[in-house]
């Protein structure tokens, strides 16, 4: 057979309904075609570990509809069906998204995570799901769950759950110096989707410009993309975005203070005030995703832009993908007061609401303690597993790399160092089992890319021992490497 | 306060530093304006159930930073801030309101449950919470979360975890007649879920022509407004859309074959192959909302558009929010092949994925026979329901109702008596504690709004004994109303 067929774990009475149902299915789809012969009833039933007698009845029923036919003696084929219904595979593809699918979807294809196995993982934007605190969000969960949602709940208005919004509102409020109360939070299934959102309100497409880090998150810059705004790029040094690099007419300014996404640097005060003071001039909003700045390895941080902001020209955004998992989809935006029906309602459209069960877990999970205690616990090993990378990076992989400062997050940036291809060093480190990436891979979105010469070594999801180990490995491969 | 203070079930050393963030807020955002004065610290500690040294502490800081000042004996006060940095709320929303915002979201807001209490709940679209097995969710959902999210599935393509597209594929196959496999669908945030990301890979705004019944499920109509399509209302009948009324130059076809919604009719066989007829010269595509055929009280289902379809111009909806919970958020679509990549980058765009344990744990709940079983011992239970309201409408209540035939879903549609205007029985009936409602309400979602002259009673979420006892307490409350 030209693809799978699953019976075996089935109850008796169900094989020959699934079979045949699955039989027919291949036929009308074309995945087996007019003409195919079939396999006999007696190897069939051997292959799927089931009866012969419900192979013989699937045959039965499907030559009885004339889907297939049996050729006295020779077997069985799929009969050739009336040509109007039959398969039309190809034209129909092309025709229909050549005339309906805009061009930017037609050629779009979603992106998969490389699912190669790897012996050391420093990929970015994974925390360690080891240390999940598993059994407790499972009590949590499972209380929630008991309880159940409310028909209240089901089709309420699609903020999130007031008691999470609670939560949020004075966690980020301790956390991270914002100013808000539950009113101004609308929960989200994640960072990813506040962006989609702001970006479904605001962007008119083929008119609006949107300024974005280069590099930067290139996930955003797709949405932006995919909402039809014409994107402009901004240069970032170690201070992170150069804000006077801003060109005139931008309508929205993304940006990273605390922690600039892939680099490292922290926006300083007067670059938050300039930003501010441009929105305010031009009419502009920003938008400030604090994606992991929970996890600081030095000084307070700064006040936000969003605590800055006058004159309601700021969405901020946050994610409990990087701080728990990215499997909970949960993140919050806090959106200015002209801008909450309109994203409310957008969110509507959109999914709804978030599963309110969910959220009630999450809020116990803040607000008995757990997620701070989470936050310190983890906090302590990723600051072990980064002091260990930098000084891995400063001695024996400095005749290749030369870390960036940074006083936040979840990987190190380093400078690679002259003579020596940034494609050239990852391609080599992945044969040798060490999976670092590329910034010109994964965190530039511009048709042009500038060179910038970096790649990044995230430590969530690699233990210190793998870390000594594959910093040995990677200078034992890189070594082989000869320099321009 | 104009607002309300958060601290008692907080620890003693994050008490000061909560209240101080809150009484911030307020400041910043325009709570407290400036001038206004603030309690005494001895009866804010008192209100707030805390130790007064707190308050004068918290008091102190905001002093120190500019937000408060005292008056010598006569108390504490907002300090009028920097005019610069002050709040200007109203202009502020109305400039970039205005400037950015489009218009239609600009004036969107998004709709909320009456969330008043009712003592007989008729409203449609809210199955049995009260009957989800959740002793059996919440062990299976324990089970998925334990074993936790893997690294692969975290940022995995977004179709959806394989195990649950296997078990829906074979669910449907056996239930609903699809010819579908686990490479066909793709898991989505519930139906309309699926329905907004349909919507935003067709639509080409300003150009795109979709038309939809009307009477129909207006959040559909929702989605591709929002989207920017041009929309067109399509009759309905007692046999449902009525098909040959779909105006020339559709690209999109919005119809409820199985079940339309609200009315109640099943789509005659002729009528789906007319509109497979019309898809296929017109190069359009139909998507086909299966939202509650699972529950059915007569014949065998007739064959979907998405079996019939060979022309690859049908996306298929499906949705576990009524036969389960709508806190579940969980649904599905079966795509054309050439829309199933661009399908995938939009989901991806907008919310990367759904989160994986929950789907296995739906898997697991499929593939162990319990939907199969919960559809048993509800159907059983809403069958009853459904020939006890049935009886009702057609003796107690057939002064003013008739029932409208059909043999699925969880709501009964009835025609209004001559003579009486729905929405004056509407409103009647929830003076007495009942909840009905009126398909002008809820059901139609043009500007100009046809007579339908029909009201819905679901019987999703009110038992048995309620039901009889409703109906008299209706005819009650019913007989106080004299016909025009």
């Avoid at 699937?58 to 049996?70: C, H, P, V």
């Avoid at 499972?142 to 209240?152: D, I, L, N, P, W």
């Avoid at 790029?233 to 993304?254: L, N, S």
């Avoid at 609401?353 to 997620?371: K, R, T």
Wanted: proline content about 6%; overall charge positive.
């Amino acid at each position: 057979m030209p693809f799978e067929l699953r019976v075996s774990d089935l109850g008796s009475r169900q094989r020959l309904r699934s079979l045949h149902g699955q039989l027919r299915t291949a036929i009308l789809k074309g995945r087996l075609c007019a003409g195919a012969k079939l396999p006999s009833t007696r190897s069939l039933a051997l292959a799927l570990a089931i009866g012969r007698n419900t192979v013989v009845s699937a045959y039965d029923m499907l030559i009885s509809e004339g889907y297939l036919r049996a050729a006295r003696g020779s077997g069985t084929y799929v009969a050739t069906l009336n040509p109007g219904l039959a398969p039309q595979r190809e034209s129909a593809r092309h025709r229909l998204a050549r005339d309906l699918l805009p061009r930017a979807w037609r050629t779009a294809r979603p992106r998969a995570l490389d699912q190669r196995r790897v012996r050391f993982d420093f990929r970015i934007g994974i925390p360690d799901l080891d240390r999940f605190p598993r059994s407790i969000w499972c009590r949590l969960l499972g209380r929630s769950q008991r309880r159940g949602a409310r028909v209240e709940d089901l089709y309420a208005a699609p903020a999130g759950v007031e008691r999470l919004r609670f939560a949020i509102a004075r966690h980020i409020s301790n956390t991270r110096a914002i100013a808000c109360g539950p009113a101004d939070l609308i929960v989200t299934a994640g960072a990813q989707h506040a962006f989609d959102l702001i970006a479904r309100i605001l962007v008119v497409p083929g008119r609006t410009v949107v300024a974005l880090e280069d590099p930067g998150y290139a996930p955003l810059a797709a949405v932006f993309r995919a909402a039809g705004a014409h994107l402009v790029a901004v240069p970032v040094d170690e201070h992170g975005m150069v804000t006077k690099r801003v060109p005139p007419g931008a309508h929205v300014i993304c940006v990273t203070p605390s922690h600039q996404f892939p680099l490292g640097g922290v926006l300083p005060i007067d670059r938050r005030l300039a930003l501010l003071e441009y929105a305010r001039r031009n009419g502009a909003v920003i938008i400030e995703d604090d994606y992991d700045s929970e996890f600081r390895f030095g000084d307070r941080p700064l006040d936000a832009l969003q605590t800055l902001d006058q004159c309601e020209s700021v969405f901020y955004v946050g994610s409990f993908s990087k701080i728990l998992s990215p499997d909970l989809r949960t993140g919050f935006t806090i959106a200015p007061p002209w801008a909450r029906d309109p994203l409310l309602s957008a969110l509507q459209v959109n999914v709804w609401n978030c599963p309110s069960v969910y959220q009630q877990a999450l809020a116990d999970f803040i607000l008995e303690g757990h997620l701070a205690r989470h936050l310190r616990r983890v906090g302590r090993e990723y600051s072990l597993r980064r002091k260990l990378l930098l000084d891995g990076l400063r001695t024996e992989l400095s005749p290749w790399f030369t870390p960036i400062e940074s006083s936040a997050g979840l990987h190190i940036a380093a400078r690679v160092a002259d003579g020596y291809a940034p494609e050239a060093l990852v391609a080599k480190a992945r044969r040798c089992g060490v999976a670092i990436e590329n910034v010109a891979d994964v965190a530039q979105w511009g048709s042009r890319k500038r060179a910038v010469r970096v790649v990044l070594f995230g430590y969530g999801c690699i233990s210190q021992q793998d870390i000594a180990a594959a910093i040995g490995t990677l200078r034992n491969g890189l070594r082989q490497i000869h320099a321009n």
